[in-house]
């Protein structure tokens, strides 16, 4: 078994285990869980593809979310609900995708449309139209798997697809390795080159990486002076009208089974973003590269 299969399995074990003795013991609190954010990445059928979800189990997931009651929001009511109070739906949902993947046009936006959702595509706006791999694509580019970006008039397609596009930044570099007046560089440029291109404010970013060791306290402050109303991190977890609207959480989702989805949507699995911490994201890098599947 491929070490990259032999991590995933791990993984959903280890979300399905816990989800379940979680849900068992009744320890999920439904109270103030106004909104969930989905995290994807990839949507592909390419073998030996890591992030990736394969596109008929994305559809499935798709289909899923409305069988459990989910309703799926734009990003304009989740800025309503942040910035002036605005009630979200019971079982709100947020779909999103990081890091502008062509793939998210071709096999995401034409399942997306079937089921009549609303997505967010985050761009590091110097892949967009770049012929090169992002950073943690050049080991599988040397490969032969290879995961192109958007070019300028793909976006214009995504956004007429329903997709709609935001920020994450322009180098796709975490803000804690960089200093402080390039990380508001990626910050505020990024911004002002979506907003030139599309016509029309930018109010989301997105945190390269997101856990908790990817930026600093500083950095949501510099969001703000940017202009963005909402951000997003990679921190697992549901969020609440009292969330911080510069460090919403989100579920990175992977491929699961149904049930390990429904678990993972339900909060039973939250107790998992203790790997999103400064210390857990040490952990999990030392971890992936004991496997050999860190993309760093």
């Known amino acids: ?48 593809n890591r992030m990736s979800i394969p596109t008929e189990l994305f559809d499935a997931q798709m289909s899923q979310l ?3 009651g989910y ?18 739906p019971a079982g709100a949902v947020l779909i999103t995708f990081d890091d502008g993947y062509r793939d998210n046009l071709v096999n995401a936006a034409p399942v997306l449309k079937a089921h009549g959702y609303p997505a967010v595509q985050f761009v590091p706006i110097a892949y967009v ?6 950073p943690h694509e050049r080991y599988l580019a040397a490969h032969g798997v290879h995961n192109p970006t958007v070019d300028w008039d793909e976006i214009a397609e995504l956004e007429a697809h329903g997709v709609r596009v935001e920020s994450h930044g322009i180098s796709h570099k975490p803000l804690a390795e ?11 440029i990024s911004k002002l080159k979506l907003e030139e291109r599309l016509g029309r404010p930018v109010r989301a970013f997105s945190y390269v990486k997101g856990s908790e060791a990817d ?12 202009g963005y ?17 510069l460090q919403l959480r989100r579920y990175n989702v992977e491929p699961y089974g149904p049930r390990t989805f429904e678990l993972v949507l339900a909060g039973a699995c939250d107790l998992i973003a203790i790997k999103d911490t400064v210390s857990g994201t040490h952990a999990r890098r030392l971890f992936n590269a004991a496997l050999g599947t860190s993309s760093r």
């Not at 139209?129 to 992002?134: A, C």
């Not at 960089?178 to 505020?188: G, P, W």
């Open 129 to 134: 139209g770049d012929g090169m791999p992002l």
């Open 178 to 188: 960089l200093e402080i007046d390039e990380a508001a560089r990626e910050i505020a």
């Open 1 to 48: 078994m491929r070490a990259e299969d032999l991590k995933q399995l791990l993984k959903n074990s280890v979300y399905r285990a816990l989800g379940e003795t979680t849900n068992g013991l009744r320890a999920v609190d439904g109270d103030g869980r106004s909104l969930r954010v989905l995290m994807y990445h990839k949507v592909n059928d390419l073998p030996n």
């Open 229 to 245: 109303d909402v951000a997003f991190t990679a921190v697992s977890g549901a969020n609440s009208p009292q969330s911080d609207p």
């Open 71 to 88: 309703r799926v929001v734009d990003l304009d009511a989740v800025l309503a609900h942040y910035r002036d109070g605005a009630p979200l």
């Open 215 to 226: 930026y600093k306290p500083v950095h949501p402050s510099l969001v703000r002076q940017a």
């Open 66 to 68: 409305r069988e459990l």
